[in-house]
Nanobody, 121 residues
Framework: QVQLVESGGGSVQAGGSLRLSCVAS?????MAWFRQAPGKEREGVAT??????GKYYSGSVEGRFTISRDKKIVYLQMDNLKPEDTAMYYC???????????????????WGQGTQVTVVS
C-alpha cells in the first residue's frame, strides 16, 4: 500500500507563491494533486504520469501551477495564488489512470492526509 505525506501548505497573500511537496512510499505511480474547500466537491488540480511522460492540469490553475516529480517526490509549484485557491490540498496516487479520467478523484486509490492552503487578500 502506498503512503503519501504532503507538506508545504500555509497562509499566503494573494499574488504570492507556495510549493507543496508529496513524498510517496512507492514509485512508478500516477500522482496528482486535488483540493477541497469546505462544502465543495473535491477538485482535480494537476496530475503527472510515471516518468513525467504527461502532465494534466485543471483549466483554473493552468499557467499558474506547475506539477513536477523527482522519483518518489511530487511537487506542486503554485504561483499567483488567488483567494479561490484556498482549500485543503491532497496528494493522490494510483498505478494507472485511464485517459480522460486523470483529474478525477475516483481514479486514485491512495491519498495523503492533506495540507491546508489559505490565500488572503
Amino acid at each position: 500500500q502506498v503512503q503519501l505525506v504532503e507538506s508545504g501548505g500555509g497562509s499566503v497573500q494573494a499574488g504570492g507563491s507556495l510549493r507543496l511537496s508529496c513524498v510517496a512510499s512507492g514509485d512508478n505511480y500516477y500522482m496528482a494533486w486535488f483540493r477541497q474547500a469546505p462544502g465543495k466537491e473535491r477538485e482535480g488540480v494537476a496530475t503527472i504520469a510515471p516518468e513525467s511522460v504527461g502532465k494534466y492540469y485543471s483549466g483554473s490553475v493552468e499557467g499558474r501551477f506547475t506539477i513536477s516529480r523527482d522519483k518518489k517526490i511530487v511537487y506542486l509549484q503554485m504561483d499567483n495564488l488567488k483567494p479561490e485557491d484556498t482549500a485543503m490540498y491532497y496528494c493522490a496516487a494510483d498505478a494507472f489512470v485511464p485517459p480522460g479520467r486523470r483529474l478525477s478523484p475516483t481514479s486514485f486509490a491512495f491519498w495523503g492526509q492533506g495540507t491546508q492552503v489559505t490565500v488572503v487578500s
